[in-house]
């Protein structure tokens, strides 16, 4: 969906470095997501965000953390980036009470 | 803890087959529920999805699922599959005492042989 933004796309990087994902939408929603997608583990939810003020903890958080700098931002760290969290990395939002998610192209992340 | 089961992995078919992709879920309450697809190198895009009222849900390119209660089930269908139609398709699941958050199955690869 065009409406939401990863950046990078495609990111390599080493062992114990620190990185940022980050995440932004035109959608207007006030929850944003982030999950991981391994092979055959499906997607599975790091941190989500219901407002500015409002973090979260997923299924998988340790090892992450997030920031939510506004309503169109969510920004994801990985503080000392370690092999297993080689994935792709989905950014989604979504509001209301009959909620549908909407999801991001995604960020390819290797750790060597 | 919820949980999500697409038990077909990998599935093969020849044009012109019928679909049909299982998912099964364990919360008893109430549930939203959703197809996701994800073309190669693409997004997660939305097929269909179901709130309430009928159970049998149409979505976008000739997909329908039918939620059956007593089955704990969602399974997508589709009469007539075409090439086009390989990827790999999720099914997702939301509960409300879940704090809203998706839960989703570990995915059903779908390769369509022209």
């Given at each position: ?7 990078p ?82 950014c ?21 | ?5 697409q ?27 959703f ?39 969602f ?40």
């Amino acid at each position: 969906d065009a409406d939401v933004t990863q950046t990078p796309r495609n990111r390599i990087t080493k062992t114990g470095k620190r990185i940022m994902l980050e995440c932004s939408q035109t959608k207007g929603h006030d929850r944003m997501y982030w999950y991981r997608q391994d092979p055959g583990l499906g997607l599975r939810l790091i941190y989500y965000s219901f407002d500015v003020k409002d973090i979260n903890k997923g299924e998988i958080s340790d090892g992450y953390s997030v920031s939510r700098q506004a309503q169109a931002k969510f920004s994801l760290s990985l503080e000392s980036a370690i092999p297993n969290q080689t994935a792709l990395y989905f950014c989604a939002t979504g509001t209301g009470s009959r909620e549908t998610q909407y999801f991001g192209p995604g960020t390819r992340l290797l750790v060597l | 803890a919820q949980s999500v089961s697409q038990h077909n992995h990998h599935v093969i078919l020849s044009e012109a087959a019928s679909l049909e992709l299982g998912c099964n879920y364990s919360y008893g309450g109430t549930v939203n529920l959703f197809w996701y697809v994800q073309y190669p190198g693409q997004h997660l895009q939305l097929l269909l999805k179901y709130f309430s009222g009928d159970p049998l849900v149409k979505g976008i390119k000739g997909f329908e699922a039918e939620f059956i209660k007593s089955k704990f089930s969602f399974n997508l269908r589709k009469p007539s599959v075409q090439w086009s139609d390989t990827a790999e398709y999720f099914c997702a699941v939301r509960n409300s005492g879940s704090a809203r958050q998706l839960t989703f199955g570990s995915g059903t690869q779908l390769t369509v042989l022209p």
